[in-house]
Nanobody
Framework: QVHLVESGGGLVHPGGSLRLSCAASGSIFTINDMAWYRQAPGRERELVAVITYGGKAKYADSVSGRFTISRDDGKKTVSLQMNSLKPGDTGDYYC???????????????WGQGTEVTVSS
């Protein structure tokens, strides 16, 4: 069993900052890509940022230059620093991890329960 637990969401004014964190626990051999997705009310879930095991990051165009994803493989965590937040960043943010539970095991796609981010004046 693998668990991902997010934290750090909340209410922030436009232009403000938040930092989301996600901790993975359980039976984990290695974690490949880690990512943050978000889902705004009435919209489909979308990829916000992804970081590979080697630390290469990619961002959605809408957040590039404002958000920074990082990971700590020793602690099995991934974080998302969100700056210059806009009302359009409002939504539920989900952590995703591609996990191997054994050296030659299948890759399992694990999700956290989500954390709410509201950007409003």
């Amino acid at each position: 069993q693998v668990h991902l637990v997010e934290s750090g969401g909340g209410l922030v004014h436009p232009g403000g900052s938040l930092r989301l964190s996600c901790a993975a626990s359980g039976s984990i051999f290695t974690i490949n890509d880690m990512a943050w997705y978000r889902q705004a009310p009435g919209r489909e879930r979308e990829l916000v940022a992804v970081i590979t095991y080697g630390g290469k990051a990619k961002y959605a165009d809408s957040v590039s230059g404002r958000f920074t994803i990082s990971r700590d493989d020793g602690k099995k965590t991934v974080s998302l620093q969100m700056n210059s937040l806009k009302p359009g960043d409002t939504g539920d943010y989900y952590c995703h991890a591609a996990v191997r539970r054994a050296k030659y095991g299948d890759i399992l796609h694990e999700w956290g329960q989500g954390t709410e981010v509201t950007v409003s004046s």
